[in-house]
């Protein structure tokens, strides 16, 4: 599975974000921004730890907003999904196993 998104939360006074990188002002986000970073704030406030497309801009960054300093994590990832390997897996042995039985069904049969 591959994509990107974000994930918030509140900072004390003295608190650092994990990798910060800045300090930006909530008001310096991108339309965009201010809206992901917005539902972020929201879940967070309602207890909810829901990732967020991507769309803040900012990596690791200490957004200020409202007066209040939240710690904004961006990630990304771009793995392949695990259980389509596994499909394709299962797909191959089956095939393998059906024509091994339909030879050996067959051999079997002429030799009757």
């Known amino acids: 599975m591959a994509g ?8 004390g006074p003295n608190e650092s974000a994990d990798v ?3 300090t930006v002002r909530y008001e310096d ?4 921004g201010r809206e992901v970073f917005d539902e972020a704030l929201a879940d967070l ?3 909810s730890s829901e990732v967020h497309p991507d769309g803040v801009g900012t990596f ?15 990630f990304s990832s771009v793995c392949g999904a ?4 596994f499909l394709l897996g299962g797909v191959a042995a089956s095939v ?6 339909a030879l050996a069904a067959l051999l079997s049969w002429r030799r009757a």
């Open 96 to 101: 393998v196993g059906l024509v091994a039985f």
């Open 4 to 11: 990107s998104g974000i994930t918030i939360e509140r900072l």
């Open 60 to 74: 690791g960054a200490a957004v200020v907003h409202e007066g209040t300093r939240y710690g904004v994590v961006v």
């Open 45 to 47: 406030r309602n207890g």
């Open 29 to 32: 986000l991108s339309p965009r």
């Open 20 to 22: 910060p990188s800045e």
């Open 82 to 85: 695990p259980g389509v390997v």
